[in-house]
C-alpha cells in the first residue's frame, strides 16, 4: 500500500500562484494514476487534476483548466500541483490521491486507493 503525504499550501493573495506537492513511499509510482481533489468548507470532495504517473497524460477540472498544471516525477515518487491565477473559489483543503488504474476518469470517479492527509490552500482576496 502506498502512502502520500503533502506539502506547500499556505496563504496566497489572489492572482497568485502557489505549488503542493505529494511524496509517495511504500511503492512506486510507476503504474499509478494520480491525482488531486480539494474539499472547501460546507462543500463536497471534488476532483481537481489528474496524471497518469505510466504515460504522463493528464485531466483537469473545468474549473482549474488553464491555471493549474499537474506533474509527476517517477525518480523521485513525488506529484506537483501547480496552481496559478489563484481565486478565492479555490480556497480547499487539498487532498493527494492515487489509484492502481490506468483511466484518469476511472480516478475521478472514485478509483482512489489512497489518500494523503491533505494540505490547506487559502486564497485571499
Known amino acids: 500500500q502506498v502512502q502520500l503525504v503533502e506539502s506547500g499550501g499556505g496563504l496566497v493573495q489572489a492572482g497568485g500562484s502557489l505549488s503542493v506537492s505529494c511524496a509517495a513511499s511504500g511503492r512506486t509510482l510507476s503504474g499509478y494514476s494520480m491525482g488531486w481533489f480539494r474539499q472547501a468548507p460546507g462543500k463536497e470532495r471534488e476532483f481537481v487534476a489528474a496524471i497518469s504517473m505510466t504515460t504522463g497524460g493528464t485531466y483537469y477540472a473545468d474549473s482549474v483548466k488553464g491555471r493549474f498544471t499537474i506533474s509527476g516525477a517517477n525518480a523521485k515518487n513525488t506529484m506537483t500541483l501547480k496552481m496559478d491565477s489563484l481565486k478565492p473559489e479555490d480556497t480547499a483543503v487539498y487532498y493527494c490521491?492515487?489509484?492502481?488504474?490506468?483511466?484518469?476518469?476511472?480516478?475521478?470517479?472514485?478509483?482512489?486507493?489512497?489518500w494523503g492527509e491533505g494540505t490547506l490552500v487559502t486564497v485571499s482576496s
Open positions: 490521491a492515487a489509484g492502481v488504474v490506468s483511466s484518469l476518469t476511472v480516478l475521478k470517479n472514485g478509483g482512489v486507493d489512497a
